[in-house]
């Protein structure tokens, strides 16, 4: 029974790599995420896209960076995710 309640807690949270869109926001980024999905109907695949806004604690991210987010407790209405770090600079 401890060993259930252990599992839990530490739960595996997602990781995931996108693009800052916006910077405007104090300690926020808007985190583009594409990915591609198969139509079940014509078997196309269709690009899709997710905007996640992340917490950046020290205001480093700027537009056009790739950055890994990871998720975490909610930090606001609309931030439920943390920027890991910055995969590559915008050029």
Request: charged share 40%; aromatic share 4%.
């Amino acid at each position: 029974m401890a060993e259930n309640s252990e599992n839990t807690k530490s739960r595996r949270r997602r990781v995931l790599q996108g693009v800052v869109t916006s910077d405007k926001m104090d300690k926020t980024v808007v985190v583009e995420v594409r990915h591609r999905v198969q139509h079940r109907t014509y078997k196309k695949y269709v690009s899709r896209r997710v905007r996640y806004k992340a917490h950046d604690a020290k205001n480093e991210c700027g537009v056009g960076d790739h950055v890994l987010i990871i998720e975490s407790r909610p930090l606001s209405k609309d931030k439920r995710w943390r920027v890991q770090r910055i995969v590559e600079r915008a050029r």
